[in-house]
């Protein structure tokens, strides 16, 4: 049976198991390869995808809860040129060592933006804690959202969020 | 810089697998040779360059990039010496060739923080010797002596700046010009980008999802492997029943491998959803069946027994004993621990004719030659090994277990496939660091130290690894033999293979003046699989010298800064940073109410690092405030990834410090995800400073020493937040 949802604005129709999560479906049926598998746990963030704009932890989440939904992964916010603020801002700071878990870590703290432009750091805290980063580059992801954060403020411009959302 | 696409990754490691495999010398010598490829229209000076018609150039990177920053550190090297900008360079990974080799271990091999110290001259000079022979090929053209041509930028210009050529203009020249007698090498006065270059080269890629890691390859007609392993170590399969296995969906085979059980299937999640439907039975007859108390039994009892061969003997410290005024003498145990790499192990393999490639993130691609063909009936020739993007290294990655595992499966099914480790298969199956036992006692007169006498007690991890290594080092000889090599390897040490330091490494270098001083290793291997965890001897005799270091100072009545300081009088570069680190944190200062510093100096893999941590507790749990960090690593090639590296060797030595502890009972791990293996977060991870020392010594690591200083550093701060001393790791608070 074909399970419909949209990923990064397209409709996809995949015919695999419906209890499938959708981390797998992403990375080996769509491609979508920067979304990673860290723990298969919810437990490390690695995976993290927005579904309808809320993260949540792909790897524990199955094919049948999707159905419908709108799934947005980091390669549905890296523009066509140059990179998402939060990406530069990451990029910047010199925020990844190993990297791997770094697609996590943004779309937590994209989540987190679109919900809180100015976050605190307890804020910070309380959206980043879900995801762990073996290298530990948690004072560089902070400063990094903060960044963002501050360049947000000071642009008129509006930023979109690639999947034709704003950040905040 | 150019993202590397998978499409990319595979054409070029394809192209140049053959074509860098042969011919090439060592730059500097006179033998180097030179080649223009008529097919490919570039030039190769050199094991570790490539530069075509216009002007392209691409740097073969021989050390793997798993965080710690060689991709960017190595390639600025070559970017310097070359006179190009980092930012234009393509890098791909290298093939197993022996230009390759780490020359410090005869290996290809990725680890003891040993990449820039030793590609710090070779890289270099393969930068400067193409530069030269392109400035050779333009002075040939303009007729004028080489010494009036300068570069910039990929081009080369005549010294009155009205001619100018490009290096792409140049490379069929080039190729025909001989390398000059020394190499000239530039003036550190004249560096663009060493010790100023603040990117990294992989950021891009990895800020977009885009970078490719050993678990992303990909191969047409793919299948995917879950392996059950034996749950207690050295168990074997006794029966299996896998009929209801093989009935669920997308299940293609399962197979039988001297690791475990594997179930291969059209999908990853049906392979692993298969593998919980096995039902197998375990041959215990050579299973170790040990508790983890069990093991510290047997270290306190070998301990008893054997007093250890002695590593170090300075004065007398009988002596000193009956000299002595007071005594100390106190026991600390460091538990196993597990690498966890936010990349799970995994190794992708396809049969081709005659051999096998494979795709994995490994830190030594010649020993994952050995891996695969000891697990098929092909030899290390046969396997060719494609190194990726590597997420979390922490030395987990010099052990290839699963790259033999993979090697097997794929051999029995004849498809090609892909093995994922669970993250339960990654902390139950591990390569640990070994549980240590460390008893110290100290001699104490007239208010001064004057013995030290340090036994170590836990396995050679050597004797472990020897078993890949010793193969890797002498590839030519028949499979029947590589048993033997191992064994050869470990007796032969210091004349074959190097001395296994790892036991005592950290302890042997007891850094204070004092003038009776014995520090000893008694062997004891509990039979459990140990490897090398991030800064390996130095993880935990660090904790056991800054440790002892601080009894010693709060028995004499003296403050551990200066205890410290004083002893170090002589041993300038540990002075600095042990200095440089207590004036940031305003150690001796008032401090906030319920905080407290703890400092620890430690040198490890020829880098200096002083940390003081600031702590406090709050609601029964330890909080860490701010790590004040200060490093000598000789140049700082990057500053900003030098700094970079200190941060995530503190967190992760903070990690293992208040969590870490892999338990074994009756021989099975009872971690087994990061709910019971926690990890520090954002919540919990403490703001860092860190600060460099202006130096001109050459460089060294920066991967490993930002570890062994945080260990002890805290437990000192816990001492002064509660008088009560943390002798077993990780520190546990009383309730």
Same mark, same amino acid.
């Given at each position: 049976m074909s399970i419909s949802f949209k990923v990064n604005g397209q409709v996809r129709s995949l015919d695999v198991d419906a209890d499938t999560p959708l981390l797998w479906a992403l990375r080996d049926e769509l491609g979508l390869k920067g979304t990673k598998f860290g723990c298969g746990a919810g437990l490390c963030g690695a995976c993290t995808v927005l579904f309808d704009g809320s993260p949540i932890r792909s790897c524990s989440t199955s094919l049948s809860q999707v159905e419908g939904h709108d799934i947005t992964t980091i390669e549905g916010i890296t523009p066509a040129e140059g990179l998402h603020p939060l990406q530069a801002a990451w990029s910047e700071h010199n925020v990844p060592q190993c990297g791997y878990c770094q697609s996590g870590q943004i779309?937590?703290?994209?989540?987190?933006?679109?919900?809180?432009?100015?976050?605190?750091?307890?804020?910070?805290?309380?959206?980043?804690?879900?995801?762990?980063?073996?290298?530990?580059?948690?004072?560089?992801?902070r400063e990094a959202i903060k960044a963002a954060a501050e360049a947000r403020k000071t642009s008129d411009a509006s930023v979109s969020g690639g999947d034709g959302r704003a950040v905040s | 810089m150019k993202p590397i696409s998978r499409r990319g990754f595979l054409k070029v490691t394809m192209t140049s697998g053959g074509a860098l495999a042969v011919g090439f010398t060592l730059p500097g010598c006179s033998t180097f040779k030179t080649g223009f490829d008529e097919k490919e229209q570039s030039w190769t000076p050199n094991a570790w360059l490539q530069v075509d018609r216009q002007g392209a150039v691409q740097f073969t990177l021989d050390r793997v990039e798993m965080g710690q920053g060689t991709y960017t550190g190595l390639t600025t090297l070559a970017a310097e010496e070359l006179d190009v900008d980092p930012e234009t360079i393509d890098v791909v990974f290298a093939p197993v060739a022996d230009p390759y080799k780490n020359p410090l271990y005869k290996l290809q091999i990725t680890g003891g923080s040993t990449s820039m110290r030793?590609?710090?001259?070779?890289?270099?000079?393969?930068?400067?010797?193409?530069?030269?022979?392109?400035?050779?090929?333009?002075?040939?053209?303009?007729?004028?002596?080489?010494?009036?041509?300068?570069?910039?930028?990929?081009?080369?210009?005549?010294?009155?700046?009205?001619?100018?050529?490009?290096?792409?203009?140049? /490379?069929?020249?080039?190729?025909?010009?001989?390398?000059?007698?020394?190499?000239?090498?530039?003036?550190?006065?004249?560096?663009?980008?060493?010790?100023?270059?603040?990117?990294?080269?992989?950021?891009?890629?990895? /800020?977009?999802?885009?970078?490719?890691?050993?678990?992303?390859?990909?191969?047409?007609?793919?299948?995917?492997?879950?392996?059950?392993?034996?749950?207690m170590v050295g168990g074997k399969i006794g029966s299996v029943d896998d009929s209801a296995a093989r009935a669920m969906s997308g299940v293609i085979d399962i197979v039988q491998t001297r690791h475990g059980v594997?179930?291969?299937?059209?999908?990853?999640?049906?392979?692993?959803?298969?593998?919980?439907?096995?039902?197998?039975?375990?041959?215990?007859?050579?299973?170790?069946?040990?508790?983890?108390?069990? /093991?510290?039994?047997?270290?306190?009892?070998?301990?008893?027994?054997?007093?250890?061969?002695?590593?170090?003997?300075?004065?007398?410290?009988?002596?000193?004993?009956?000299?002595?005024?007071?005594?100390?003498?106190?026991?600390?145990?460091?538990?196993?621990?597990?690498?966890?790499?936010?990349?799970?192990?995994?190794?992708?393999?396809?049969?081709?004719?005659?051999g096998m490639e494979i795709w994995a993130p490994t830190q030594a691609p010649d020993l994952g030659r050995i891996a695969a063909a000891r697990d098929t009936g092909l030899s290390p020739d046969d396997v060719t090994v494609h190194t990726t993007f590597i997420g979390g290294g922490f030395g987990r990655r010099l052990s290839q277990d699963y790259i033999g595992e993979a090697a097997a499966i794929c051999w029995q099914v004849k498809r090609p496939v892909k093995l994922v480790w669970s993250r339960e298969d990654d902390m139950q199956h591990d390569v640990y660091r070994p549980a240590m036992l460390h008893r110290l006692r100290a001699t104490l007169k007239k208010g001064e130290l004057t013995g030290w006498d340090h036994q170590i007690t836990g396995p050679d991890l050597m004797d472990w690894y020897a078993r890949d290594a010793a193969p890797a080092q002498y590839p030519w000889t028949p499979k029947f033999m590589w048993g033997a090599l191992a064994r050869i390897g470990i007796l032969g040490e210091g004349l074959i293979a190097p001395v296994d330091t790892s036991a005592y490494e950290g302890a042997v270098e007891y850094p204070y003046a004092v003038p009776n001083v014995v520090v000893r290793h008694t062997k004891a291997d509990a039979g459990i699989p140990v490897s090398y965890w991030r800064s390996v001897g130095h993880s935990h005799n660090a904790f056991a010298v800054e440790t002892f270091m601080?009894?010693?100072?709060?028995?004499?009545?003296?403050?551990?800064?200066?205890?410290?300081?004083?002893?170090?009088?002589?041993?300038?570069?540990?002075?600095?940073?042990?200095?440089?680190?207590?004036?940031m944190a305003g150690w001796g200062k008032p401090l906030p109410k319920g905080h407290a510093q703890g400092i620890a100096v430690h040198r490890s893999f020829e880098t200096y690092v002083a940390e003081v941590v600031e702590a406090s507790i709050e609601f029964g749990e330890v909080k860490l405030h701010k790590v004040f960090c200060a490093v000598d690593c000789g140049r700082a090639v990057n500053p900003d990834i030098v700094r970079m590296q200190m941060e995530s060797g503190i967190i992760f030595g903070l990690t293992a410090a208040l969590y870490g502890e892999i338990d074994f009972k009756d021989g099975v791990v009872q971690q087994s995800n990061f709910q019971n293996y926690r990890m520090l977060r954002m919540d919990t991870a403490p703001r860092i400073e860190v600060a460099i020392i202006e130096s001109e010594a050459d460089p060294t690591g920066v991967g490993e020493p930002g570890v062994p200083p945080s260990l002890p550093a805290l437990g000192n701060a816990l001492f002064q937040l509660t008088g009560k001393r943390q002798r077993r790791l990780p520190f546990k608070l009383e309730v």
């Open positions: 779309m937590s703290a994209l989540a987190l933006l679109r919900e809180n432009p100015s976050p605190s750091d307890d804020d910070i805290d309380a959206a980043m804690t879900g995801n762990i980063c073996r290298c530990g580059t948690y004072p560089r992801i | 030793s590609s710090w001259l070779q890289i270099r000079e393969a930068g400067a010797g193409a530069r030269a022979l392109l400035v050779a090929a333009a002075a040939r053209v303009w007729q004028v002596d080489p010494s009036n041509c300068m570069t910039r930028d990929g081009i080369v210009s005549d010294s009155n700046g009205q001619r100018s050529l490009s290096y792409g203009q140049l /490379v069929e020249l080039a190729a025909k010009e001989k390398l000059p007698d020394p190499l000239p090498l530039k003036d550190p006065a004249d560096f663009r980008y060493i010790g100023h270059f603040k990117h990294r080269l992989d950021a891009h890629a990895k /800020v977009t999802g885009t970078a490719v890691y050993g678990i992303d390859s990909e191969l047409p007609d793919l299948t995917y492997a879950s392996l059950l392993r034996p749950p594997a179930v291969v299937a059209e999908k990853y999640w049906q392979a692993y959803k298969a593998r919980q439907a096995l039902k197998v039975s375990w041959n215990q007859e050579d299973a170790v069946l040990k508790s983890t108390a069990d /093991v510290f039994a047997e270290y306190a009892k070998a301990a008893d027994k054997d007093a250890g061969s002695t590593k170090r003997d300075d004065g007398d410290y009988d002596e000193a004993r009956q000299d002595a005024d007071r005594q100390l003498e106190v026991t600390y145990e460091q538990p196993f621990l597990a690498h966890a790499t936010m990349e799970p192990m995994n190794c992708t393999a396809r049969l081709t004719e005659g601080d009894e010693v100072a709060h028995a004499l009545e003296k403050d551990p800064y200066e205890f410290r300081a004083h002893l170090l009088r002589k041993d300038p570069r540990r002075l600095a940073v042990l200095q440089k680190a207590a004036d």
